[in-house]
């Protein structure tokens, strides 16, 4: 992640107690950010591209164009996302869209920073159509418009701190893979057909995640700001056109269809991605409701971890010498060490050490 995040600007969103300077150079300090990219390409190697080889395996032969008409009466046809209609059974439900907001947030606080990677360089007039797009993601200039801000003001609304990466060490496993997933795709140009997937996809799949968010937020906590999600349901019909006409298509013509079975292996890549990273949230959500039912978690709205905070793992949590040893989970709350060695792998915490809330 920080291998990542440390190719584009990231400044603290007030004045910091010492110079600003010495900050810009702690965080992109040369030595450590190359210590860090020694380690990207085995990372890499191990977790991204066994993921993007099996897509591209899977994707052999298929017609794009065929297969990017399907997509959309494909989603519309299915049921609402399984997290949000879980939610709607939960009594702890507002504290489920908490982690569910923080847990996003590695992407959505500085959205679509990454696919601005995918965007820069000269490739001929799918290059300004997917700059078009990557305009609308950022307002359009205004900045209140734009949809990381936009972002920030729901996550406002449920009590969080909207600093860029104020929750990382809460990140859990699987959702660090989805950021890294995204950024692995447009930080590499060889993978340029493989982005325009991930945006055919993304945008696609969008258009109905953000129309049943929109639709819960308004049911269940109305006073919430929910114009990300509107926002959404709304720009993402054109973004998902766009993407289709004036980027995808071009693309099979000037390089055929090898660049087309490329561009559905991206979307199956993302498909695979985005649906681990959703049964994984459920997974953790319904974990935390059955803890909190056994008596061994509480909700508890999380603090901002301090620096050096103690991550730990359900293996780790296993090994603990106390089993009553407190765990903050995401944005949930609190559960015993013996309950959290039973939650599905990829799930993470820090050791807390305060009692239930008052
Ligand atoms: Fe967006
Ligand atoms: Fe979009």
Same mark, same amino acid.
């Given at each position: ?277 959703? =049964?994984?949230?459920? $997974?953790?959500?319904?974990?935390? /409701?059955?803890? +909190? !039912? &056994? @008596? %061994? ?39 015993? =060490?013996?309950?959290? $060695?039973?939650?599905?792998?990829? /799930?993470?915490? +820090? !050791? &807390? @050490? %305060?009692?239930?809330?008052?």
């Amino acid at each position: 992640m920080r291998a990542y995040q440390a190719r584009y600007i990231v400044l603290p969103p007030a004045p910091v107690g010492g110079s600003i300077i010495a900050e810009l150079n702690r965080r992109y300090d040369p030595g450590e950010l190359a210590r860090l990219e020694a380690s990207r390409p085995a990372l890499e190697h191990t977790l991204i591209t066994p993921r993007a080889g099996a897509a591209i395996k899977s994707a052999a032969g298929t017609d794009l164009i065929t297969y990017a008409e399907a997509l959309l009466p494909r989603m519309r046809a299915e049921p609402e996302n399984p997290f949000t209609a879980f939610l709607r059974t939960t009594p702890g439900r507002e504290h489920h869209y908490r982690d569910f907001l923080l847990q996003s947030s590695a992407d959505l606080l500085a959205e679509a920073s990454a696919s601005a990677f995918g965007v820069i360089g000269a490739f001929g007039a799918p290059q300004s159509a997917l700059f078009r797009i990557l305009i609308d993601e950022f307002g359009y200039g205004a900045h209140d418009r734009k949809h990381s801000v936009l972002y920030q003001a729901v996550m406002r609304d449920f009590g969080l701190c909207d600093d860029y990466g104020a929750y990382a060490p809460l990140f859990d496993t699987v959702s660090l893979d989805l950021h890294n997933t995204i950024h692995w795709l447009f930080q590499n140009p060889r993978n340029v057909f493989l982005q325009a997937g991930f945006l055919l996809f993304a945008e696609t799949a969008y258009q109905r995640s953000t129309a049943d968010h929109f639709r819960y937020l308004s049911e269940f906590h109305p006073d919430a700001d929910a114009r990300y999600f509107s926002e959404h349901a709304h720009i993402d019909l054109h973004h998902t056109r766009m993407v289709i006409d004036d980027v995808c298509t071009p693309f099979v013509t000037s390089y055929g269809a090898a660049a087309g079975a490329e561009i559905v292996a991206g979307a199956e890549l993302t498909r695979a991605t985005f649906a681990r990273a959703g =049964a994984h949230l459920l $997974a953790v959500s319904q974990a935390f /409701a059955s803890a +909190v !039912l &056994a @008596g %061994e978690a509480w909700y508890n709205a999380p603090q901002v971890p301090a620096p050096g905070a103690q991550g730990v793992t359900p293996t780790g949590a296993a090994q603990l010498s106390d089993p009553t040893t407190q765990i903050q989970v995401g944005g949930l709350g609190i559960v015993s =060490a013996a309950a959290f $060695a039973e939650f599905p792998s990829g /799930a993470y915490g +820090v !050791l &807390a @050490g %305060e009692g239930p809330a008052s």
